[in-house]
């Protein structure tokens, strides 16, 4: 089984599809962060976080791994 996260919610890929544990399509519904239970800007960030001139890449860590932030190639 393959499993995940979306978010910090956990998922798992089950007949072709990624779903939430209870059984509900990723594509169905959209989950907010289990950290600060926001939903992602409209841009697709993570709201905590924000727009971040010149990153490539940044994550909150939705409160499972501490977070990051990527410049180009060399994560601070």
Sequence with gaps: MVTGYSRGNPI???????????????SQEERPCTRCGRMPTAEGYDACLGHIEGAT?????HGLTDKYIVY?????
């Design 57 to 61: 890449s940044a994550c909150c860590g």
């Design 12 to 26: 798992e890929y089950r007949n072709g599809e990624w779903i939430y544990l209870d059984g509900v399509p990723l």
């Design 72 to 76: 180009g190639d060399k994560v601070p």
